[in-house]
Structure formats: C-alpha cells, structure tokens
C-alpha cells in the first residue's frame, strides 16, 4: 500500500517531480545533463553553398554557423548531386532528355540543372505546369482573358499569355517600365537612350538596341567563351556564337529545341509551346518545330481568304505582307530590310509586293545589308548578307555578298532559304545561269507550279557568296 504524504501517495510525487524534471530537459535534448546549455550540433563552419562530401552525405553549414551532415540516401533512395553552378542537392538523377530548362509530368516540373533534379508540383500551388515559349518550364496560372503572345501592359504591369505560361508582373518591382516594343510585344524595359535605333550598336562586347520604346541589352561576354557583339542579320546587332551546337538543332525527349540560328546565334525554344512538336524536316533539312499553328485569324484584321494587304512598321521602316492562308490564319512575309525608304510595299487588287528601285543590272543593296533582285518594280528574291556573315556590296557593275568565310550554321542545306538569284558554280545549271525563285520552291511559293523544290547550300567562292545544289541526308 502506498504511504500517504500531505495529500499525496510517494508514486503520485514522484511522478509530479519527474514530470516537472522532464518539462525542463526537453528544449535541451543535447544537454549532457539537465541544466547545462546544449553542444553545438557540429564543428563551427564557414557560411557557404552546400556541398557533396561523398555520393551518400550533403554538408551544409547552417545559420548559426555550425556544421550539419545531410544523409541523402535516407530520403527515397537520393544521392548528393552537384548542380550546374557547383552547388551539393540531395536529389535523385535526371531522367535522359531532360536540362535546365526543364519538363512539365502531369502537374509536376522537373528541372535538371547540372546533375541534381529538382522536382514540385504545382498543383499544391493550386496552379499548373507549362511551356514558356522560349523552352522553360514552370508552374503558371490560368492565362487571363485578353492576354494573348504579345501580351499587354495595364500601368506598370505586364501581363501575357508566354505559350503555356501566364505572366502577371509589376515592372516597377524590377526597377522598371511596361513598354510595347516596335514590333507589338510588350515587355519589362528601361526607356531608350537617345540616339539608339532598332538596328543597335555594339558597346566593345554589349549589344545595345531599342526596339520602339522598349530597351535591348545583351552582355556577349555573360553567354559565354566565343560570343561576340556582331551584326546578326537585317534586325540589328547581337550577341553571335554558337560553340559546339549543331546547325540542324537538337532536339530534346520532351519536344524542346536548341538550334544554331542562320545569323550564328544559339536559340532554345519550346515546341509544345507552340502547338507542335520537335522533329526532322526534310524541307529544311534540320529538326525544327513542326505542326505549329498560327495564333491570328484573318478576321482580327478584316481579312478575306487569299487576300493581302501591306503593313509598315514605322519605327524601324520595314514593310512586309500580311496574307489570309487557306486555314483563315495570318501569314506574315518581310519585305527586304531597308530604313532609307528604298524598300516600299505596294498594294492592288487584294494583292501585295514589296517594290524597290534597282539599277541596270537589276540588283541593289539596302542600307541593312540585304542583296534585292527586282523583276520590274517588284523585288522577285533577296538574301541578307549580313546573316550569312557577309557584306552587301554594290560595286557599279552588280551587287553582290561579298565574303571570306560562311559560318557553318548558314551553309546547312535547304529548301527553304530565300532563293539567291547567283550563278551556282557546280552540277544543276550551267556557270553563269542565274536561278530565281521558280527554281528553288514548288508552286504556291513563288515558282512554277510542278517544279520540285531544289535543296541549296551555300558557299564563299571568290570573294562572293553563291549557291549549289546539295542532298539533304537525315542524321
């Protein structure tokens, strides 16, 4: 029988008093006795980026400045991965196919950067997964009513539907302004200086432009060893480099593309994010994306099936055709670049040209370095020398693509590259023979209805650009 005390059984104090003990010592678990101040988790460390100490442990130097060892494999089988910039993950491998820019699975993203996979799912956010049009993956809302691929600007805030993904962002948060930019996008942009065109100009290795009101700067040097400010084609300067990346593209498990542009200039975009998907055109005779579909109706501009009408960009004084195709869909054909009016587009019986004013030997060159061959008034072909890494020169004689080298991504076999009116030195035609546009493209594009599409490449013979026959083999 227990002892009564006060009140109380000597159980029922004891149990009082270790509860009382217990309530103490528990913030000091790491205590080596009751009372004392708890030991340090680890050693004292340095703050840094967590790293790998072997396949199995993450070291990670926490906010009190001691030391942690993160078991990774006690966590669904993960190991301790690097990422692209160095940096230890506990993280399971990346699937193949998949990069930095990412995957939508369900409502999940996964992204790979480096070795270390990173995985969320956007449901829990109440949103879902997309495709930014430029290849990245994220979790994005519902795009809102109105916002469409050139997106708008509401104050400060830019909205637009990018693809997939719906952007909803307050500019003034980044230290800067919604502007709409000349060729209708609207986007996050310092003013413009004064002085600067749509055209640019290379600051040592920075490339300057101002597209309409809207601010362009890429630093060359941040993208990489081989970059260079450069003019890229007839739009302006950029950054040109393409490094190791093949001129007909990759394309990746999950439907994106990295490609080398004609112009040298790496571009990765998302084809789901489009309406298609990546693979191997035989037109082109590269990966590209295929069964894209056009986002405008012809009825947003009033227009009838087959009809035509000019449009002018009065910022940077390109004009360019904007037709009805079969599907009721917009289609847009530039005109060759030139700011010095020489190049106009003319408009009769529902029909559209580009005009320009060629010399005896009909041909000219434009003030941004496009080689135009007229038939008449109308120009019948052009190529921009520039993006070919060559200068457009007319001598008095004849204008041609003056050049020393072509960069690999320009001479890849096509059918579809604008059709160079110059003799082709070897096999087709005899030397000397020009080849217009009939030539080159089937019926519908400006040739003679029948005549089988010609694969081209092209080539820097004698100081001047040309172009030959080639087969287009599939890799």
Known sequence: MNQVFGGGSRVGLAAKAFAGALAVCLPLLLAVHCGGEPPPPGEPCTKGDPKCEDPDTLFVCGDDGFARHVNCTASDGKKCRKDAKGVGHCSKACPPGLDKYGACKGSKVQVCDGKALTEGDCGELGQKCGYRVDGYAMCTKTCAPGANSNGYCQGAKLRRCDGQVYTDLDCASIDRTCQVKANGIAECSKPCPPGLDAFGRCDGNVARRCDGTSYVEEDCTKLGAGFTCQPLDRFGVGCRGCGAVTPIGVCSATSQITECTESGKVEHSSCPARGGTCGFSEDECRNTCNDTKPSLPCSALGLAPGAQKCKLNAFTHYASIVTCNADGKVEETECPAATDGSITCVEADGKATCNAACGPNARRCTDRGVLVTCAGAAVSSWTDCVSLGAKCVDDGVDAYCACAAIPPSAGRCS???????????????????????????????????GVAPVALQYTCVGGRIMTEPCTCVKP
């Open 415 to 449: 059918t579809k590259h604008s059709p160079l009116p110059l003799p082709i030195p070897d096999g087709g035609l005899d030397a000397g023979e020009e080849m217009d546009a009939g030539d080159i493209v089937d019926g519908g594009d400006g040739g003679d209805a």
